[in-house]
């Protein structure tokens, strides 16, 4: 069967200061992100081979296939292995800015504006009751773009949504540095936004 390994964070654990704190990132990381890591094991291990050969982007976006006991772990740790990954991707030492290229278009067919769309994308993300994600998707239906909240780990792909950008607003992503002020959070993870690496989810997903 596939084991899934813990995968590695592209920078240090000190390179997204002062945004996010370098000890909110190794606890989120090695901690966190092993967890669910270890738990979607553990859950692949109880199914048939047939779901064991596939990657976890492809069950998560089959879930009813998935027998019906082992639904709930692989939605939460299985979304958490894979949403996680992408949070580490999505952010730079050298990330912020606006985008360019054709997310932009995107962005600015479905949104108006970059303005617009981060507007509202830290309004709704913000507002997520509890542990969730704001996401910027793709959806394959439309051929669009569009924002997304979702809850505790649960994927965009279990409803056939591409994930392209997520912020994570369970508090373990933010509390140490910001405790109750999930604003300014996400106010600051704007400035970390890796777009080439957006850029080229979002060209591989059209293509
Ligand atoms: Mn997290």
Redesign the pocket.
Known sequence: MNKYELPSVPYSYDALEPHIDAKTMEI?HTK??QTYTNNLNAAIEKCSQDIQNKDVTEILSNLDQVPVELRGAINFNGG?FD??RI?WNNLSPNGGGEPGGSISDAINSSFESFANFKEKFSAATIAIQGSGWGWLVYNPSSRKVEYKSMPNQTSPRTEGLVPLLGC?V?E??YYLKYQNKRPDYVNAWWNLINWDDVSSRFDKVRS
Do not use: Q, T
């Open positions: 989120h966190h992100h958490g949403n996680h949070f994570d369970w373990h992503a």
